[in-house]
């Protein structure tokens, strides 16, 4: 029968997200059952008597009001047999990887009912060690985001796998591709062992077909870097744990210039400082913008990007390294001069142990000058390692640039765009998404509706990297399989399967593909044992790539190098940054990440060009000014805003934003930078052009005021001053323990928890901030609501400068409930919504709440949050998913705040008290932002175990209650910012504001 | 009652009833008013007040519905012009209790023309107050009843009582309580002359149900008396503490610029200041409409507006004293929160309540000013403008710069904001009108009581 209205199982939006399980199996008595427009059960009429007929339709007018009584017919399967492992409510925990920018990390993903919740690091993968990043928490609400592309299209119309599958067989044959000349792949950054496999198969099939590896955000240089240094193809290392002195050249190695979060985990173990008596390490950083690293520098300079190689020659020739004499414009000449001294000093005075490494905005040219310096330095081998690389690098902007051309004149029989969003990001001179149309047949696969699905012929949904196999060597080598959590909620498809569909593998499976790859390296009779060894562990056991010894010569980088690095000049230049939301606009959609707001500079739902307040000066510009940068035919339009300390004549753009085919969230967000980005101008276009548009736009940021307004908020000192006087920091500001107006707690026996944030480790990456959102369901609020002041974050970084306005230095402070023993918060609420449990958390009861927020009002931190509006209101169905079970979602009109994630503590008692009634172990409850932080820089635990990291942490004397002379006594306690400046070179900045 | 005037001269020169006025006058001038149509400026006036009363009602329903979030409120100023209009409004309803019962108490004649209003008065500005308690909260359906110590489910799920808010709760129903029955108190033999008048038989009946079956008879007399002491008595300790209570709502909070032991005197100093203002600025109305100059007189208006300059100058030398501590203390929180009010983005606020509430009420010290009905109007005004500032300026500009300045912003009132207030101010007057329409404006009895002393003593001095 043909139906009336055609249901497509997999098009599903709104309320019914999988009406049963025989749906998401997708069975064909299903597939039959929901096409036809009576499911079975109707009865015909074929009786011919009159009063027969009579009868029915009296009945059924009757019965007409049933029709909402109709239940579809579900098969319902009982846990006769259980399966195996599985507590209905109990959370399971799996490893996986996650790629980010060809490199992968490790992560271990929290399910319940069949679906992830929560992303963690995995503790044994030697690129996460437990943490993760803001990025990686947010991929997890990708993968319910509403917007995502749910259905295979051909040329705007609905089409299904089989159909492309068809079409693919035919398209991807011998006869039509010959010898494969006019098919080319355009992928993103892949480290995948099996992918690499299919790869060679894919090349032996068609010896003529290209492969592009492309990434907007371009972390290239260094490798680029390295084989020019030494010769060959390797993978450079930075062991920032071993090094006392580093020097950052434009890299925000802390930040977004690192795939991974493995530098932080490093350079943090040597920036805390336990006793008196350990040795902090000391950071040097030049840079344009304000960057994390930045932020914990202990010596910055200023600096523009397309000057940094004429610095690092400088360097090199202070080091004797046989440099070029060049000059280097900029900040005054003698401040300079006298960093790369100092700088120089410092360094050769730690041979061996020092590090000094370039960011990704940097040609390979100065990277290769940056090997040549370590060389001389004595650091390779040390400090510097290098490694076979996990995958080849490939000059991704040249073989872009050929590409164009091919398909510009009509070269390309077929284009496969795998994952990404090309479209988007390449180089605006390319015109990339015109260059697709001109491809005889295209063929995109994406997450979501974005601007390169729209410019495809073959639209194919792809599978989230939750839903899909796959595996990812990390930089190191070591080879972690993923595997997927839930069935892919859209039918989508991994790049790995769609791979093997154009290579003509069978079968073209993920599951398969991994499996078969990976159980060929085994012998047969371990390999069922490795298999699952492999996916418990997160990682697979086998010989780690050995390091290899590459020697560098440095006169032979040097000569490399020199021809080819630019002189510093005068000259308004613009640099290109990944968004510390958007990242490269794969976040756009992510509300997570939209509200997140930027580390630096706060401001959420939007990017902004930032620039140096003598600059704005110099040009008549203030915060909100739109202006229009061109270069050439190139012109964009984007807000300005000054940030302190960053370099004069240089602009910081943000990439990610102004995208033009997003879902909800994104769509239309922020202004696109990518605009001005041309194949010569892909990191620095120099020498731009700037005009006033004389209009102001609205930028919306969390934090309205920077200084610290003289306050003992973020107490600093020196490594030395604390080392002669550690009783210094407590004395900033009486801390006095009075008496209490009502009676006090007994806080004698048992769990009485506390936490301990260093600030010394803190690098405000914001990583916290998402967990804990992701951990407690926190709502998103959008931009008019973060304006109005109304952002729900539980934890927010107050980002506080000091020193001048030029030459800024910054210090973060993590903020959430204090959780005070004698909490101001609690005495003022008229129900009694908040009230002080006996292991010494303020509990928030939202069920009683009645909103009158004395306690929002009372609190000194302000940390609570008020449900102003209902958030959660009109929340879609499948992002419903992401909620964590364990946490209420907070209805309007009630409180909330951070609770110490006292979900996880309880969920830690019931569990010890089953396993025999034992008492928690140190490290067994993690609060959420601890568990995520990559730099270690929070710890949680009993305080009344005398043993517990944070009882011992809080034993420092460095450590501080904030507010303490309000007598409400916080368990949560700071320990102070130390800084190690090199006492020969000036403070690093003139407290004269602080 | 004995006759304890202390000095019968200086009370009653210029005489408290003029114009040769008799018992008879009283009664019929005063119920007159209730039995006659309205003067159109009445109807004007009730037009335009009901029609703001409804738009108080549909901004509180799209506030129930929708959410705190249609108020201008946010992190960190949870409370704006919610709090602000709540204690501008119980502050100026001490005005009514203080004339009802302080000034009873001491003996002062000349309240008696004004109290039965001002007690009026009082009632509807308790009744405006008392919106926002309960609609500022993000669950007033729940705050209903879990804000009063009723049995539960749960046997032993009391309330916070160490909280300001429920200290509140206890001190305004107690208040408007009290002065619901001393007003009613005072109010049954008036309502039994209008029940003697009435000609129509609904109205008699209605004001006879009200008057309780007044008969005028001695005992009855003595009854009402003791009732009325033992009332008055009761509402002294009110118009203390009722505002001392409600500034425990700061003064017990950690904020700097909250945090003071002088909020209950200057916060009382403060009500009677603005209440007096408005009692002012409805008498004045009043009186020339309804041609009551001959009982509500010149001397009467002269009177409050001493109290005005006199509560106006402790309210000026509050601020001074504020100052002078938050420098003293050498506290950095509590400087910076002043130096913040009077210099800071909430400058504006702060001059216009320096303006209005130090400035305008010296110009009481001309005698000009203090009989003109006219132009103590027009100060009266600015004296409530000047005093609604004086607590927007204490929660905003404390509140949204406090100890962290991460946490620093701006509160701006919406749409809803200032809807909903000119609503309450709506209602509280369509409130008033119907009063005035419907009940006797005067306390009659308690004129007769003056006149008969006036009469005495004019008498004794003919003789």
Same mark, same amino acid.
């Given at each position: 029968m043909k139906p009336l209205v055609e249901i497509n199982p997999t098009r599903l939006t709104g309320k019914q997200y999988w009406r049963s399980l025989d749906q998401a199996a997708a069975t064909p008595e299903f597939q039959e059952w929901v096409t036809s427009e009576f499911p079975e059960g109707y009865a015909t009429v074929d009786g011919t008597n009159r009063r027969t007929l009579l009868k029915l339709m009296g009945a059924s007018f009757g019965l007409a009001g049933l029709t909402a009584c109709r239940r579809p017919v579900e098969k319902i399967l009982p846990? #006769?047999?259980? #399966? +195996?492992g599985y507590i209905h409510g109990q959370p399971l925990h799996y490893a996986s990887v996650a790629t980010f920018n060809g490199t992968a990390a490790g992560v271990i993903v929290t399910t319940i009912e069949g679906r992830p919740i929560k992303i963690e690091g995995n503790p044994k993968h030697p690129y996460s060690l437990g943490a993760t990043n803001a990025h990686l928490q947010a991929s997890l609400l990708s993968l319910y985001d509403p917007d995502r592309a749910k259905e295979v299209q051909h040329k705007g119309a609905r089409s299904s796998w089989d159909e492309f599958a068809a079409w693919a067989k035919a398209e991807f044959d011998v006869t039509k591709q010959g010898d494969g000349s006019g098919l080319r792949i355009v992928s993103e950054r892949n480290a995948s062992p099996t992918l690499a496999s299919v790869r060679t198969d894919l090349s032996k099939r068609f010896p003529k077909a290209l492969w592009v590896e492309y990434e907007s955000v371009n972390l290239d240089a260094a490798r680029a870097g390295a084989a020019l240094a030494t010769g060959q193809s390797v993978e450079p290392h930075f062991v920032f744990d071993k090094a006392d002195v580093v020097f950052s050249l434009d890299c925000d190695f802390l930040g977004l210039d690192s795939a991974s979060i493995l530098p932080v985990k490093q350079f943090s173990k040597r920036r805390r400082v336990e006793q008196p008596g350990d040795k902090m390490n000391r950071l040097y950083v030049a840079e344009a913008n304000y960057s994390l690293t930045g932020a914990m520098a202990d010596h910055r300079l200023r600096v523009k990007v397309g000057d940094a190689g004429a610095l690092a020659l400088e360097l090199a020739k202070e080091l004797n390294v046989s440099g070029k004499e060049l000059k280097v414009l900029g900040n005054a000449a003698d401040k300079t001069g006298k960093f790369v001294t100092e700088l120089a000093k410092d360094l050769a005075e730690h041979k061996g142990k020092s590090i000094v490494v370039a960011g990704p905005r940097q040609p390979a040219a100065v990277h290769a000058l940056v090997f040549a310096i370590n060389a001389t330095l004595g650091n390779i081998g040390q400090t510097v390692a290098f490694t076979k690389p996990p995958s080849e690098l490939t000059n991704s902007l040249e073989q872009v640039k050929q590409l164009v051309a091919d398909l510009d004149a009509g070269k390309v029989k077929t284009l496969v765009l795998l994952g990404g969003n090309p479209v988007y990001t390449m180089p605006t001179d390319l015109n990339f998404g015109a260059a697709v149309k001109k491809a005889a047949a295209s063929v995109a696969l994406t997450e979501e509706e974005n601007e390169t699905w729209l410019a495809s012929e073959w639209r194919l949904p792809m599978a989230h990297a939750l839903e899909c196999w796959g595996d990812a060597r990390a930089l190191d080598g070591t080879a972690s399989i993923q595997q997927p959590m839930i069935e892919p909620l859209y039918g989508g498809r991994s790049v790995l399967e769609v791979a093997a569909l154009v290579a003509g593998r069978e079968p073209a499976t993920g599951y398969g593909l991994v499996n078969a790859f990976w159980t060929a390296q085994w012998p047969a009779a371990e390999r069922e044992k490795r298999w699952k060894a492999s996916l418990f562990d997160g990682i697979v056991a086998e010989a780690k790539a050995a390091a290899v010894s590459v020697p560098v010569d440095a006169k032979k980088a040097l000569a490399a190098a020199a021809g080819r690095i630019e002189p510093a000049r005068a000259g308004l230049e613009a640099a290109f940054y990944p968004s510390h939301s958007a990242y490269d606009g794969r976040f756009a959609n992510n509300a997570w990440m939209q509200e997140a707001p930027d580390p630096m500079t706060k401001v959420v739902w939007d990017n902004v060009a930032l620039i140096s307040k003598t600059t704005a000066g110099k040009l008549g510009l203030r915060d909100g000014d739109l202006v229009s940068l061109s270069k050439g035919q190139q012109k964009i339009d984007v807000p300005v805003m000054v940030q302190p300390g960053h370099a004069d004549d240089s602009i910081s753009l943000f990439l990610g934003y102004g995208r033009a085919a997003c879902g909800r969230v994104g769509q239309g967000v922020g202004h696109r930078v990518e605009g001005l980005r041309t194949t010569d101008h892909f990191f620095l276009v120099s020498q731009v052009d700037l005009k006033k548009t004389g209009e102001t736009y609205q930028i919306v940021t969390t934090q309205e005021h920077h200084r610290m307004e003289g306050r003992p908020i973020v107490r600093e000192a020196s490594s030395e001053e604390y080392q002669k006087e550690p009783a210094a920091i407590k004395e900033m500001a009486e801390s006095p323990k009075g008496l209490t107006l009502f009676p006090f707690h007994d806080y004698s026996k048992g769990y009485q928890w506390g936490m301990s944030i260093d600030l010394s480790a803190c690098i405000g990456c914001n990583a916290c901030l998402v967990a804990c959102q992701s951990e407690n369901n926190i709502a998103v609020v959008g931009k008019d609501q973060v304006r109005r002041?109304? +952002?729900?974050?539980w934890i927010r970084l107050d980002r506080y400068y000091t020193g001048s306005d030029e030459e800024a230095q910054v210090v973060t402070q993590p903020m959430a409930c204090q959780q005070c023993e004698n909490a101001p918060c609690e005495s003022v609420c008229p129900v009694a919504a908040t009230s002080h449990s006996p292991e010494g958390l303020n509990d928030m009861a939202y069920n009683r709440c009645v909103g009158t927020r004395y306690c929002l009002n009372n609190c000194p931190y302000k940390v609570r949050r008020f449900n102003f509006l209902a958030w959660n209101k009109d929340v879609p169905e499948v992002r419903k998913l992401v909620f964590n079970p364990d946490v209420t979602v907070r209805m309007r009109g009630v409180m909330e705040k951070c609770t110490y994630c006292v979900q996880r503590i309880e969920r830690g008692k019931i569990a010890a008290n089953a396993d025999g009634r034992r008492l928690l172990r140190e490290g067994e409850v993690v609060s959420a932002c601890q568990q995520v932080c990559p730099a270690d820089a929070i710890v949680f635990g009993n305080i009344n175990d005398p043993q517990s990291r944070v009882s011992k942490l809080k034993k420092q004397a460095r450590d501080y209650e904030l507010l303490g002379e309000l007598n409400i006594r916080p368990r949560t306690t700071y320990l102070a910012r130390l800084r190690n400046p090199n006492p020969a070179l000036e403070p690093a900045a003139e407290k004269e504001n602080p | 009652m004995a006759d304890l005037a202390i000095d019968h001269d200086f009370e009653l020169s210029p005489p408290l009833v003029q114009g040769g006025m008799t018992y008879a006058d009283v009664s019929e001038k005063v119920s007159a008013i209730t039995e006659n149509k309205p003067p159109k400026q009445w109807y004007y006036a009730i037009a335009v007040t009901s029609l703001m009363t409804l738009m108080l009602f549909g901004c509180l329903t799209y506030l129930v519905t929708? @959410?705190? @979030?249609?108020? @201008?409120?946010n992190n960190p100023v949870g409370w704006g012009w919610d709090i602000t209009n709540f204690v501008w409004w119980i502050g100026i309803g001490h005005a009514g209790t203080l004339i009802s019962a302080i000034l009873f108490l001491f003996r002062q004649k000349w309240r008696t023309s004004i109290n039965r209003a001002a007690e009026a008065m009082t009632l509807f500005a308790v009744a405006s107050a008392g919106i926002y308690p309960l609609f500022h909260t993000g669950r007033p359906w729940r705050a209903i009843y879990w804000l009063f110590p009723l049995p539960n489910s749960y046997l032993h799920l009391w309330q916070n009582f160490r909280s300001p808010l429920m200290w509140d709760v206890f001190a305004v129903s107690t208040y408007a309580t009290v002065s619901a029955l001393f007003w009613f108190t005072g109010l049954i033999p008036d309502l039994a002359t209008l029940r003697d008048r009435a000609t129509n038989r609904i109205r008699k009946l209605v004001f006879g149900l009200l008057s309780l079956g007044w008969r005028g008879s001695a005992s009855q007399w003595r009854h009402y008396e003791l009732a009325y002491l033992i009332l008055a008595g009761l509402s002294t300790p009110l118009v203390l503490s009722v505002h001392s209570i409600v500034s425990f709502d700061f003064a017990t909070a950690v904020l700097p610029g909250w945090h003071t032991t002088i909020f209950p005197p200057y916060f009382v100093a403060g009500a009677i200041f603005s209440g007096f203002a408005m009692v002012v600025t409805l008498m004045t109305v009043a009186r020339w409409v309804y041609n009551l100059e001959n009982l509500i007189t010149i001397k009467h208006l002269e009177n409050m507006c001493k109290v005005i300059l006199a509560t106006g100058s402790i309210v000026g030398f509050a601020y001074a004293t504020e100052f002078f501590i938050a420098w003293y203390s050498g506290n950095p929180y509590e400087r910076f929160a002043f130096m913040n009010r009077a210099f800071g983005p909430y400058c504006w606020a702060y001059w216009t309540m320096i303006t209005c509430n130090v400035v305008v009420p010296q110009l009481f010290w001309f005698s000009k000013f203090r009989t003109t009905p006219a132009l103590m109007f027009i100060l009266a005004i600015f004296i409530n403008i000047g005093m609604w500032f004086e607590r927007f300026v204490i929660i905003a500009s404390s509140l949204h710069r406090d100890f962290l300045p991460a946490s620093w912003g701006y509160f701006t009132p919406t749409w809803v904001d200032i809807c909903t207030f000119a609503g309450t101010i709506g209602m509280f007057l369509t409130l008033f009108l119907l009063f005035l329409r419907f009940l006797p404006a005067i306390a009659m009895s308690e004129i007769k009581g003056v006149l008969y002393q006036q009469n005495q003593q004019q008498k004794g001095a003919h003789e």
């Open positions: 846990f #006769s047999r259980a #399966s +195996e002041g109304r +952002e729900m974050h | 929708t @959410g705190i @979030g249609v108020w @201008g409120n």
